[in-house]
């Protein structure tokens, strides 16, 4: 059964806390419904999905997105860096300016931030 192959997969989207995600398997493809808060949820879902061996032949999926006017929120982990941050999420060290001048309510100094914070991460 491929609900018994991707229930990682589908733990996984809870854990994202995907909305409404629903599995059912229909002409031999496990198609995969939901909503994401935001756009970094639905691209970590399909990060973890590209992951499987016969993805594209088994699964299909119709994340939506609800909100649009940031890319997601990020918490921070012990040793991150805005430039890290910005590095492994937007392939560009440079883009923490954008970052911090979007948290500017939580930030004071792009030098300090502090694990836990919740980060508001600009659009791609």
């Known amino acids: 059964m491929l609900t018994d192959k991707y229930r990682s997969l589908l733990d996984f989207g809870r854990s994202l ?7 059912r398997e ?3 493809k496990l198609k995969l419904t939901g909503n994401a808060s935001y756009q970094l949820d639905k691209d ?7 992951t499987y061996s016969d993805w594209q032949r ?3 999926a119709d ?13 921070v982990k012990s040793g991150d860096t805005l430039s890290g941050i910005a590095k492994s999420l937007f392939g560009d060290p440079m883009r923490y300016s954008e ?3 979007l948290n500017k309510d939580v930030l004071t100094n792009p030098d300090l931030i502090k694990v836990g914070q919740k980060l508001k991460l600009p659009n791609r």
Do not use: H, M, P, R
């Open 17 to 23: 806390a995907i909305s409404d995600l629903n599995a």
């Open 99 to 101: 970052i911090f001048n």
């Open 44 to 50: 970590l879902l399909w990060d973890k999905i590209k």
């Open 58 to 60: 088994e699964l299909s």
């Open 63 to 75: 994340i939506q997105v609800k909100s649009t006017d940031i890319y997601g929120v990020y918490t």
């Open 26 to 28: 229909e002409g031999g």
